[in-house]
């Protein structure tokens, strides 16, 4: 046996689990990233949806699911950050943080 067949990962290879939920979970999980990026988004988020303003949930959200890509992929070892979600699973998960988020936004949970 050769060591790179220890160390070589297999980046191709598909998940037996759903990645956008463990990525969600992840990142409402994860201290360190809670901490840095999803709850300064949150605020950031807040204020334009507390203001009036016009909300793109894609361009609010979709830098901090990148970050948690790049995160997620470091902690666990798992594919690399641009292969673990497709565009559609990224839409995906906007989505849905920002379905489960709109509500503690306008009440001022942030």
């Not at 409402?28 to 950031?44: I, Q, W």
């Amino acid at each position: 046996m050769k060591i790179n067949e220890f160390t070589n990962m297999d980046t191709s290879a598909s998940l037996d689990f759903d990645v956008v939920d463990d990525v969600m979970v992840f990142m409402k999980n994860n201290p360190k990233f809670y901490r840095r990026d999803y709850f300064p988004t949150m605020v950031e988020l807040q204020k334009q949806v507390r203001n009036g303003e016009k909300v793109s949930p894609k361009n609010c959200l979709g830098p901090m699911i990148e970050k948690a890509c790049e995160s997620y992929c470091d902690r666990f070892k798992v594919k690399t950050k641009d292969t673990l979600l497709s565009d559609d699973d990224k839409n995906a998960l906007v989505a849905r943080i920002f379905d489960e988020e709109i509500e503690n936004l306008r009440n001022g949970e942030y």
